[in-house]
């Protein structure tokens, strides 16, 4: 007896979904880990024109006692900043911090629109695609390097991102 055509495809959808499924996890699957800290999905968005900035994302989950992020470098850019963005009244407010803190067990997400690093004075432009190394400096866990993809994102660009 032959299998009905129907029963087929419909397998043939569950596959693809899977194949899609594990793109994805691929994609999200650069993850890093120092003493207590996870970093996940580091990525920061292209720059637009001659714009020598740019914002830097990921997340961090503290499995351990309570730690802080104090600081980060690269060789792509002059500095990094760490800033908080927050909406002031009907205001977008850029604040510089001398830290991040970690506090225990929890996950902290530095995204567009709120927590975030930033480099300045960018050596050359990031196009999607690239990526560069960020080395991360935390208070107890030490020093760790991971790799920063640029990717390009909908949601955000670094044109409404000006200092
Ligand atoms: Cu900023």
Known sequence: ????????RRNLIALIGFVLALAGLVAEAREYKVGNIAIAHPH?????GDLGTAGVYMTFKNTGAADRLLSATTAASSSVEIHNMSRDGGMMRMRRLDGIDLPAGETVVLASGGLHMMVFGLKAPLRAGASFALELRFENAGKMLVQVNVEASSAATNQNHKH
């Open 1 to 8: 007896m032959r299998t009905p055509l129907w029963a087929s």
């Open 44 to 48: 920061a968005l292209p720059t637009v």
